[in-house]
């Protein structure tokens, strides 16, 4: 198969030195991007992380912001067989990019927010039949609730559902659900465990998928 996978987190600039992000470190992508390999998969890893080792035998591409793990994603998401949006891309970008760097005042500053795109939406959407599209969900309550939501709404083939504690940690426990079958949680462990688990479930479900078609 070819995964695929995102990582880390976006930075949506407000000047040339400053902008809007997230505490993601990237390893649960990365994570995902060695358990791919080692199971002799090609991976694409599309990463805002810039700190952790580049994986060998991966394609890497680097990138910042929102809008460019997007362009990335859409110029590399008709050649793969799966995708795993494992990034945390920004919700929101500033309205407008100040050109030079904004002078500190005493006076109090409004910075206006717009929504960034969807991706993992936009790839939902836009999948073939022999595609898979699997995404993170963290919420911080209603967790099962929330995650199934983004399942249903973004026409996901699985969700992995996590909290804020897993941000930047090395182990989390974390809770899975694919479009058909139950949730399965997965105690507290290290992250390339967890990412296995995650290969090997986006495995079986392009299996369970050529077997349907076999059928048919």
């Known amino acids: 198969m070819h995964f695929l996978i995102t990582a880390g987190g976006t930075r949506e600039y407000i000047d040339p030195v400053r902008f809007i992000s997230n505490a993601s470190s990237g390893k649960m992508g990365y994570a995902l991007c060695k358990a791919a390999l080692a199971a002799d998969h090609k991976v694409t890893l599309i990463t805002a992380a810039k700190n952790l080792p580049e994986p060998k035998s991966a394609k890497v591409i680097y990138v910042e912001t929102c809008a460019q793990m997007f362009t990335a994603v859409k110029e590399n998401f008709a050649q793969c067989d799966c995708l795993i949006m494992a990034a945390a891309v920004s919700d929101y970008t500033p309205k407008k990019v100040a050109k030079h760097k904004i002078k500190k005042s005493l006076s109090a500053m409004t910075i206006e927010l717009k929504p960034t795109a969807d991706i993992l939406k936009w790839a939902g959407t836009n999948k073939s039949d022999d595609q898979i599209v699997i995404g993170f969900a963290l919420e911080d309550k209603a ?17 992995i559902a996590n909290s804020p504690a897993a941000i930047g940690a090395d182990k989390s426990s974390v809770q899975i659900k694919t479009a058909t079958g139950k949730w399965q949680e997965l105690s507290m462990s290290n992250k390339s465990s967890t990412a296995k688990k995650i290969i090997s479930m986006g495995e079986k479900i392009a299996k369970e998928s050529q077997n349907k078609k076999a059928a048919e």
């Open 143 to 159: 967790v099962k609730t929330g995650a199934e939501k983004n399942l249903r709404e973004k026409n996901l083939d699985m969700i």
